[in-house]
């Protein structure tokens, strides 16, 4: 192992011990255990585990099978076009297009609560209720008064948002 000298030009004898300290530690190190076949005191298995040609491909070829009776569930849109769960990634992403922050949210099984938090300060409330298994409804109020022009195009950008997440493939 090769092991290189610097010189530091400070004037305390801390640093040139420890970068003395430093050089002794790196340059008497231990041999790399993976390196050799030799069992050494105190290892959990030994040595000799390693695979290598056809029972290594057939050890790495098991491991990607799946397991038996294992039925992967497949990749498939949303059935109703959109996800209830993915309701906060929504609202995220629409908030951060639209340089509104998000403090905090409530989801339960059928409501979805955030606080806002817009640029000019203000605080607003997003709230979305499922009515039934494909349809919400979305009540926006971005600031502390209403702008209707400003809380439709959020409401709007979140449903298309939302249909656009439900037409990504995932397991149902």
């Known amino acids: 192992m090769t092991s290189c000298v610097a010189i530091f030009l400070c004037p305390g004898t801390f640093y040139r011990v420890a970068l003395l300290g430093a050089c002794l530690l790196t340059s008497c190190s231990l041999p790399d255990a ?17 695979l290598k040609g056809s029972n290594a491909n ?29 309701v906060p990634m929504a609202a995220r992403n629409v908030a951060s297009k639209q340089f509104v922050g998000i403090q905090s949210f ?29 349809d919400f409804t979305t009540v926006v109020q971005l600031g502390v008064f209403p702008e209707t022009h400003r809380d439709e195009l959020f409401a709007k950008a979140f449903e298309a948002e939302m249909l656009r997440l439900g037409a990504i493939p995932r397991p149902q």
Not at 34 to 50: E, L, M
Not at 60 to 74: D, K, L, S, V
Not at 112 to 122: E, K, R, Y
């Open 34 to 50: 993976a390196s050799d076949n030799k069992a050494v005191p105190g290892d959990t298995f030994p040595p000799d585990v390693v």
């Open 58 to 86: 057939a050890a790495i070829a098991g491991m990607r099978q799946p397991t038996a009776g294992y039925q992967a569930r497949p990749l498939v849109p949303a059935a109703d076009h959109v996800r209830w769960t993915d």
């Open 106 to 134: 409530e989801f339960g099984a059928d409501r979805f609560v955030a606080v806002t938090l817009a640029a000019d300060g203000q605080t607003g409330t997003v709230t979305v209720e499922r009515v039934s298994s494909g």
